[in-house]
Protein backbone atom coordinates (compact mmCIF):
# COMPACT_ATOMS: atom_id res chain seq x y z
CA UNK A 1 0.00 0.00 0.00
CA UNK A 2 1.50 3.28 -1.08
CA UNK A 3 4.70 4.20 -2.46
CA UNK A 4 7.69 2.19 -2.25
CA UNK A 5 10.78 2.79 -0.58
CA UNK A 6 12.88 3.47 -4.25
CA UNK A 7 9.61 5.60 -5.15
CA UNK A 8 9.95 7.48 -1.95
CA UNK A 9 13.84 8.55 -3.01
CA UNK A 10 12.94 8.63 -6.35
CA UNK A 11 10.35 11.58 -5.61
CA UNK A 12 12.60 13.12 -3.21
CA UNK A 13 11.56 12.09 0.02
CA UNK A 14 14.20 11.49 2.40
CA UNK A 15 13.11 7.96 3.90
CA UNK A 16 12.95 6.49 7.37
CA UNK A 17 12.21 2.68 7.04
CA UNK A 18 11.54 0.25 9.47
CA UNK A 19 11.28 -3.50 8.81
CA UNK A 20 10.12 -6.66 11.09
CA UNK A 21 10.31 -10.22 10.20
CA UNK A 22 7.75 -12.67 11.12
CA UNK A 23 10.12 -15.29 11.91
CA UNK A 24 10.44 -12.97 15.36
CA UNK A 25 6.43 -13.14 15.87
CA UNK A 26 5.32 -15.87 18.60
CA UNK A 27 1.99 -16.60 16.40
CA UNK A 28 3.82 -16.92 13.54
CA UNK A 29 6.01 -19.63 14.97
CA UNK A 30 3.44 -21.08 16.48
CA UNK A 31 1.72 -20.97 13.25
CA UNK A 32 4.70 -22.71 11.60
CA UNK A 33 4.49 -19.75 8.77
CA UNK A 34 7.85 -17.59 9.78
CA UNK A 35 8.51 -16.47 6.25
CA UNK A 36 6.88 -12.62 5.88
CA UNK A 37 7.87 -9.20 6.95
CA UNK A 38 6.23 -5.92 7.20
CA UNK A 39 7.74 -2.97 6.24
CA UNK A 40 6.94 0.92 6.57
CA UNK A 41 8.40 3.75 4.61
CA UNK A 42 8.33 6.97 6.33
CA UNK A 43 9.23 10.71 5.78
CA UNK A 44 12.01 11.54 7.28
CA UNK A 45 11.12 15.62 7.73
CA UNK A 46 7.12 14.69 8.48
CA UNK A 47 6.56 11.24 9.60
CA UNK A 48 3.78 10.72 7.69
CA UNK A 49 3.50 7.09 6.28
CA UNK A 50 4.45 6.84 2.43
CA UNK A 51 4.32 3.34 2.23
CA UNK A 52 3.37 -0.03 3.71
CA UNK A 53 4.41 -3.33 2.94
CA UNK A 54 3.47 -6.74 4.06
CA UNK A 55 4.87 -10.50 2.49
CA UNK A 56 4.05 -13.22 3.81
CA UNK A 57 0.91 -15.37 5.53
CA UNK A 58 -1.99 -13.77 6.11
CA UNK A 59 -0.56 -10.24 5.12
CA UNK A 60 -4.24 -9.91 3.49
CA UNK A 61 -6.01 -10.12 7.10
CA UNK A 62 -3.53 -7.23 7.97
CA UNK A 63 -3.32 -4.60 5.32
CA UNK A 64 -6.55 -2.85 6.42
CA UNK A 65 -4.51 -1.30 9.39
CA UNK A 66 -2.08 0.56 7.21
CA UNK A 67 -4.60 1.51 4.48
CA UNK A 68 -6.73 3.17 7.48
CA UNK A 69 -3.38 4.68 8.92
CA UNK A 70 -3.16 5.87 5.33
CA UNK A 71 -6.35 7.60 5.03
CA UNK A 72 -6.32 9.22 8.78
CA UNK A 73 -2.41 10.38 7.88
CA UNK A 74 -1.17 8.72 10.60
CA UNK A 75 3.07 8.82 11.35
CA UNK A 76 4.62 5.65 12.15
CA UNK A 77 4.89 6.34 16.04
CA UNK A 78 0.96 6.72 16.10
CA UNK A 79 0.76 3.04 14.55
CA UNK A 80 3.04 1.85 16.85
CA UNK A 81 1.13 3.34 20.15
CA UNK A 82 -2.07 1.70 18.46
CA UNK A 83 -3.08 -1.88 20.08
CA UNK A 84 -0.89 -5.20 18.64
CA UNK A 85 -2.49 -7.84 20.69
CA UNK A 86 -0.04 -10.80 21.21
CA UNK A 87 0.57 -13.38 19.96
CA UNK A 88 -0.88 -12.16 17.11
CA UNK A 89 0.61 -11.33 13.87
CA UNK A 90 -0.11 -7.88 13.61
CA UNK A 91 2.53 -7.03 16.36
CA UNK A 92 4.73 -7.16 12.97
CA UNK A 93 3.22 -4.28 11.78
CA UNK A 94 3.31 -2.20 15.64
CA UNK A 95 7.10 -3.71 15.48
CA UNK A 96 7.92 -2.20 12.21
CA UNK A 97 6.36 1.15 13.03
CA UNK A 98 8.67 0.91 16.00
CA UNK A 99 11.61 -0.35 14.09
CA UNK A 100 11.51 3.25 12.12
CA UNK A 101 13.10 5.07 14.47
CA UNK A 102 15.22 2.23 15.81
CA UNK A 103 12.93 1.38 18.34
CA UNK A 104 11.64 -2.14 17.77
CA UNK A 105 11.00 -4.39 20.49
CA UNK A 106 12.11 -8.04 19.53
CA UNK A 107 14.75 -7.92 17.59
Avoid: C
Amino acid sequence: MGITEKQARERGHEVKVGSFPFRAIGKALVNGEVDGFVKIVSDARTNDLLGVHMVGPHATDMISEAGLAMVLDATAWEVAMSIHPHPTLAEAIGEAALAVDGKALHV
